[in-house]
């Protein structure tokens, strides 16, 4: 990809905002191959981003994240909200993109001026989502979506990143996967702010939610005014129920919009940015260091015991950081 100039960087982005696809497609490119261009593009993008509403859809594989995703899409835009959908897919071993390619699966919103779509392979990142998931988020929110969707992987129990990544997370369930419920106890339980039991025509369904609303009434103890989880059921193949999740996390975020929970939860999610910015930033530098004397004269004398890794380390990070 041919580097873009400062004033190409400045197009894109009016063009971006405007509305124009390709623009948001380039920007998000750009994002995700890490770009030299890409503290430019940030920084062109910082005074039109934190209007858009993120919501996080996660769940075990086969509840149906895609099919309610794209049902939520439906729901969102008959309330006249202009949406854009992040869909992290899990990565081909051999090329490295996405492999499954959500996008196939929203076909229905292709022509839709006020939707984007976008996949994204995870590129070996756990937890769910892809590593450039947040600044992709920013290009959404700067290119005027109200709304920015973000289907994760669909890993299971280890998917809690995104409850630090969305303003709202909904957690998908169904009955009859047997492992459905579990993966909630696991640890999904806690970062959910919307349950929806998905394919609720299902036998089972009702036993389903009454045992999630029973293990939603062991978790911690909650205060007067504190958000208790709903749970909602839906038939996302057919469109039934999404206008009861659209609000139930229309709740959620006016709950957390009242009582300042909103703002410190952006704080918190731009805080953890720019500690992955750094650590980034620092792994690079020490993988320039490798077949480096100062690496090699430390380890020499690890192997001599005249110091110990830990003194190594921190005389290496004095040194990468310019500290005395």
């Not at 623009?23 to 209007?51: D, F, K, N």
């Not at 025509?201 to 999630?212: I, Q, S």
Request: overall charge neutral; glycine content about 12%.
């Amino acid at each position: 990809m041919a580097r873009a100039t400062t004033a190409d960087v400045g197009e894109l982005v009016a063009r971006a905002r405007a509305g124009g696809p390709r623009a948001v497609a380039r920007l998000i490119s750009l994002v995700e191959g890490g770009s030299p261009q890409l503290r430019e593009v940030m920084a062109a993008l910082a005074p039109h981003t934190g209007h858009a509403y993120v919501v996080g859809i996660t769940g075990s594989p086969g509840v149906g994240k895609s099919t309610s995703t794209s049902a939520l899409v439906s729901a969102f835009r008959r309330a006249g909200k202009r949406v854009g959908v992040l869909a992290v897919d899990p990565s081909s071993p051999f090329s490295g993109g996405a492999l499954l390619g959500d996008r196939i699966r929203m076909g229905e919103h292709a022509c839709d001026p006020g939707v984007y779509i976008r996949s994204m392979a995870t590129r070996g990142h756990l937890g769910g989502l892809a590593r450039a998931a947040p600044q992709a988020v920013r290009v959404l929110d700067a290119a005027g979506c109200d709304v920015v969707l973000v289907e994760t992987v669909g890993v299971g129990q280890s998917e809690v990143e995104i409850a630090a990544q969305a303003d709202t997370t909904a957690v998908l369930v169904a009955p009859g996967m047997g492992d459905g419920v579990q993966a909630a106890k696991a640890g999904i339980l806690e970062v959910g702010d919307v349950f929806v039991v998905n394919k609720a025509d299902r036998d089972g369904a009702a036993a389903t939610v009454r045992e999630l609303n029973h293990m939603l009434g062991l978790g911690e103890a909650r205060a007067p005014g504190d958000w208790r989880p709903p749970v909602v059921r839906t038939v996302a193949a057919r469109g039934e129920g999404l206008d009861e999740v659209v609000e139930a996390l229309e709740k959620h975020r006016a709950w957390l919009s009242a009582g300042g929970a909103l703002a410190e939860r952006r704080v918190r999610r731009a805080a953890r940015e720019v500690e992955a910015i750094a650590v980034a930033a620092l792994r690079e530098r020490m993988a320039d260091l490798r077949g480096d004397r100062r690496l090699t004269a430390l380890a020499e004398r690890i192997t001599a015991g005249a110091l110990d890794p830990y003194a190594a380390a921190d005389e290496l990070v004095a040194g990468l950081t310019g500290e005395a």
